[in-house]
């Protein structure tokens, strides 16, 4: 049965190869030539859908999803200040969470923005350029559970923490999408997706100064694993 989050896949170029990492829905890679159109079904902004019901999980509360503006979930979710030190990028991502190894990379901002050229108008919003922007991904399984882990943190350095929230739940929003805080773990994150959407088909944001970390987990455990993973996170 096809993957219900084929088309909110995340394409990131590294080392040659563009790899497509769901929100906790599985990885796979496409020729470096794969155009970010042909892999990902809508990385347009899109607008929001319906309120949708609270969900209450033991490791994770999620607060009624509206169709307010996204700005209405960033006031919920404030980033830290921006005097945190974020200079070394890959050194905030976690390598090991809950049993699965992650291996943080460095992603070519070039191919990025190449693949998205949207991620440009993204910039202008905050006032900042392709020189201002890092990103790492690390990527984890674990086979004997059929577990996968996806973390993603975009830098743009100096930029405002609310006003770079707004923009990437904008940039990364599909069809149907909504924002909604969400507590998970120790940490306040917003989610995004739609709300007839299981947890683990949706992905999870975290500010930290100006740094965003995208979050994505599939699993049998869900709670305790993003859980796990939230407090791994600065």
């Not at 392709?130 to 559970?145: F, K, L, M, Y």
């Not at 990364?172 to 959407?197: C, F, M, Q, R, Y």
């Amino acid at each position: 049965m096809a993957n219900p989050l084929s088309r909110r896949f995340l394409v990131l170029p590294v080392l040659g190869a563009v790899l497509v990492a769901c929100a906790g829905g599985g990885v796979t890679t496409t020729p470096s030539g794969t155009s970010a159109s042909a892999t990902v079904g809508a990385s347009s902004p899109a607008a929001a859908s319906p309120a949708a019901t609270t969900a209450t999980t033991p490791a994770t509360t999620e607060a009624a999803a509206t169709p307010a503006s996204t700005t209405a979930a960033t006031d919920a979710a404030t980033p830290a200040a921006t005097t945190v030190d974020t200079s070394d990028l890959a050194s905030l991502v976690p390598t090991e969470v809950g049993g699965i190894t992650l291996a943080p990379e460095s992603v070519d901002t070039d191919q990025f923005i190449e693949a998205y050229p949207a991620f440009s108008a993204l910039l202008g919003v905050v006032g900042k350029t392709p020189a201002d922007v890092s990103i790492v991904q690390a990527q984890g399984s674990n086979p004997q559970t059929s577990e996968i882990m996806t973390v993603q943190a975009f830098r743009v350095a100096g930029a405002d923490a609310a006003a770079f929230m707004d923009a990437m739940l904008e940039f990364w929003k599909v069809e149907n999408d909504v924002a909604a805080p969400i507590t998970i773990g120790d940490k306040e994150l917003i989610v995004l997706g739609s709300p007839a959407t299981s947890p683990q088909y949706k992905t999870y944001y975290y500010g930290y100064g100006d740094v965003i970390f995208r979050l994505g987990y599939n699993g049998d455990n869900f709670d305790e694993q993003m859980a796990a993973l939230a407090s791994a996170l600065p």
